[in-house]
């Protein structure tokens, strides 16, 4: 069962912190969508093939989320687990 999980998304590519750094702008005010108990949303742009950032208003759009793990949703949630 696990197994068939794994293969269903197999295709979905690992972006590391300086791509989604890139993708972002470095996380630019200007290219934050919203925020929310679990942290914000900036909008970015990858090329057509979805493995590289490009020039903003080019290739396809996406929202990278953060997570602010001193949100109050956080903690509720089980997420924050403090030493």
């Known amino acids: 069962m696990i197994s068939e999980k794994l293969k269903m998304y197999s295709h979905l590519k690992q972006f590391t912190f300086l791509d989604l750094n890139l993708v972002t702008r470095n996380f630019r005010p200007e290219s934050l969508l919203g925020e929310g108990g679990f942290g914000c949303v900036f909008k970015g742009w990858v090329g057509e093939n979805g493995t590289a950032p490009v020039k903003p208003s080019t290739g ?4 990278v ?3 602010n793990l001193d949100g109050l949703q956080v903690i509720k949630s ?3 687990d403090p030493l």
């Not at 396809?60 to 929202?63: D, L, Q």
Request: no cysteine.
């Open 65 to 67: 989320k953060t997570l």
């Open 60 to 63: 396809v759009t996406v929202a």
């Open 78 to 80: 089980g997420l924050y």
